[in-house]
């Protein structure tokens, strides 16, 4: 495999790792449940479940959808690092110590 060929490999794990990851979902719940969200590892939100209770506060409302919301995304961001840091190990060539730089 010429070097253009083992530059191309990575790019194209990297691509269908991204793919995947759309189809990755998490669930992120307020503690008392009363707000749900899901979303992908891509940090796209697939749904939203609000309980009616919280229907007659808007302002209540707004601050359950934000906690829940930045709590999923930073979920999914957890996840997606996570898959994309285990690519990039993958990729790098064989350098003593370089392991220790992704723990």
């Not at 010429?2 to 990755?24: C, D, F, I, N, Y």
């Not at 669930?27 to 309980?51: C, M």
């Amino acid at each position: 495999m010429g070097m253009m060929g083992k530059l191309k490999e990575p790019r194209e794990k990297v691509k269908a790792t991204k793919e995947r990851l759309h189809s990755v979902t998490l669930n992120e719940k307020s503690q008392d449940g009363l707000v749900s969200v899901t979303i992908t590892a891509n940090r796209s939100v697939k749904s939203i479940e609000i309980d009616d209770s919280l229907l007659a506060d808007k302002e209540q409302l707004e601050d359950y959808l934000i906690l829940v919301i930045n709590n999923a995304i930073e979920a999914a961001t957890k996840v997606q690092e996570a898959e994309l840091s285990e690519l990039a190990k993958d990729g790098m060539p064989n350098i003593p110590g370089f392991d220790s730089l992704f723990p």
